[in-house]
């Protein structure tokens, strides 16, 4: 590919991206391949980092054009790349969730100039800081968080959800179910201040972020094994490329053995009457319908009470409730809150999933955890698709 030599004269460079990308001039800035390697892939050399991203940009299209005249592209899965084309054939490159959509009044990561052009213009970049409110960057905490938290509907909503789990402590033992996540972590929180030796349980399905152990060791939960594990099932199915499978047409229902069966063991050797888990109506509709026809509240087929305190919250009331209440909280979030992936799309769950890649479960591993991608994908290459 030929390449515009480093002496040219950014006035000389091709008029418009079109005409640049149709001739195959490029230049990829030294900040787009350190942002590159710092976020995706820190093991690649930088020529390979910058042949992987001239062949992203080959294969890139238009999104839209701003109105300082800078273009914006957008490269192809499996990976989506957001390219911003400068005046003088000069490109950055940031790694993003195809679906982002910018908070009103902030900037997103690739939308900002690269750190040269700020340096030479320090007023524009502090504005830009004050603009956006980012002040810790790389942070999943923002500043709105901790006025959200002032707001009187946010404190109705966490009376109302300590009202709930006082009525469940009525009921008989109370238990958690943690997963890492910011809705278990609240959750645990609101049982603790009504209950503070409640004990909590993480469901262990062999194949988890290191981060959330991390959570489990420091807030002290329970972990219950299940008696499959899903890399036990991947292998025995041949799950996500397996090469040797036993029987590739064997089916598993994962939900149960992953989650309903060690809940159920829980429950048993806890003696508990009441298990409370982090669902929000807000995540999903069957969520929305189930929260509706059941209520925060209910008993099961099973016999066991189960409690949602989190039922009505939105997105912003969790965080805002982190931030009020200086939880610790999952370390991935602020890999991906840095990587400009909005917070509607973040999740912690297991590093593998029966529907992982549908959520872009496999996409934030190899983001937020190179070296467990790396080493699951060893024995699953399918992952490497994602």
Known sequence: MKRLPDELDATSAPSGAAQLKREQHL?????????????????MTEPEARAYLEEQWMRAH??????????????????????????????TVLPSSDTWRAPRGTIAPWQREPKEARAANPAAGR??????????????LRPEDLVHAKFAKFGERVERALDVIRRAAEI????????GGKDSTVSLDLVRRVLPDAPAAFFDSGAELDGTREMVDALGAETVHPRLTMLDMARYAGWWGYVAPVDPDCEFDAKQVLINDPCETF??????????????????????????SRGELYRGRDG?????????????????YIASRGLRYHRVYDVLSAAGIPRESQRVSGALG??????GRHAALRLAEPETWRRLAVEFPALSLW
């Open 27 to 43: 230049i990829v800035t030294s900040h787009a391949i350190a942002r590159f390697r710092s976020r995706i892939d820190p093991h």
């Open 62 to 91: 238009r999104v839209k054009t701003l109105a300082s005249g800078v273009e914006q592209w957008r490269g192809p899965k499996p990976l989506r790349m957001r390219m911003r084309v400068h005046r003088g054939a000069l490109i």
């Open 127 to 140: 504005r830009e800081e004050e603009e956006t409110g980012l002040a810790a960057a790389g942070s999943a």
């Open 172 to 179: 008989g033992g109370v238990g958690v179910s943690f997963s």
């Open 267 to 292: 429950v048993v050797k806890r003696r508990l009457r009441v298990m409370v888990h982090g669902v929000r109506s807000e995540e999903s509709h069957a969520r929305s319908m189930h929260v509706a």
């Open 304 to 320: 066991t009470w189960y409690c949602m305190p989190l039922a009505r919250w939105s997105l912003a009331d969790v965080w805002a």
């Open 354 to 359: 029966e529907r992982g890649s549908g959520f």
